[in-house]
């Protein structure tokens, strides 16, 4: 099955400074990777995905870049603000009938104002 | 936002109780499924279900079982409570046909003394 590794554990930043967090996967049939955000006491919740048939996608301050050849994949967010501080997840599925997402182990993201 | 809500949020029982946490989305997903979730922020899989009559066990070992009698329900039940379920438990669901997206309820925060 599937197997997806998530680096860094945890990542503290600057305000204004620019935050990246990765993820490999095994499994060369996955083609879905989607990013959740999850804030204190809540459940995550998406904020940008990507298909195996683009190599980036971008939406405002956040973007997430694949290799598919490397079978790696980065979230990238610029210009960090405080409300950014979260547990970020990567996960990863083939996305067939019968398919689920495999998830990373999760990064918490610190902004110090 | 996603439809989908958990009842109650946070439950802080004794042991040996018999407990229920509630899950329901109004989404007409196919697919549900049940994470918990330590301090340590991993997600695990305990859970999931394609359908109606359909459940599944997760990645993780778990005593608690689950049923699937409507589409919209997919109610978590643990017999006798003990503190080593003390958790965060998080409901998800997803459409089946078309994407692996998975949307979370805002989760059960359970402590069991």
């Known amino acids: 099955g599937e197997n997806v590794e998530q680096h860094p554990s945890t990542l503290s930043v600057q305000e204004g400074d620019s935050a990246v967090i990765k993820c490999t996967y095994s499994?060369?049939?996955?083609?879905?990777f989607p990013w959740y955000k999850q804030e204190l006491g809540k459940g995550p919740q998406l904020i940008i995905d990507?298909?195996?048939?683009?190599g980036e996608k971008k939406d405002q301050r956040i973007a997430v870049t694949l290799n598919k050849t490397a079978k790696h994949f980065s979230l990238h967010i610029t210009e960090t603000q405080p409300e950014d501080s979260a547990v970020y997840f990567c996960a990863a599925s083939r996305e067939t009938s019968g398919s689920r997402l495999t998830f990373g182990e999760g990064t918490q993201l610190t902004v110090n104002p | 936002e996603a439809d989908i809500y958990q009842t109650p949020r946070y439950l802080v029982i004794g042991t040996g109780k018999k407990i229920t946490l509630e899950c329901s989305q109004t989404?007409?997903?196919?697919?549900m499924y049940w994470y918990q979730q330590d301090p340590g922020m991993e997600l695990h899989l305990i859970h999931y279900s394609y359908g109606v009559n359909s459940t599944e066990k997760g990645d993780l070992s778990s005593e608690s079982t689950v049923s699937r009698i409507r589409t919209e329900h997919f109610p978590l039940t643990l017999e006798s409570a003990r503190p080593s379920h003390t958790s965060q438990y998080l409901c998800?669901?997803?459409?089946?046909?078309?994407?692996?997206?998975?949307?979370f309820g805002p989760g059960t925060r359970l402590t069991v003394l």
């Open positions: 998800a669901s997803s459409e089946s046909r078309s994407t692996d997206t998975q949307y």
């Open positions: 989404m007409g997903h196919d697919k």
């Open positions: 499994d060369s049939a996955s083609n879905y």
């Open positions: 990507i298909r195996s048939n683009v």
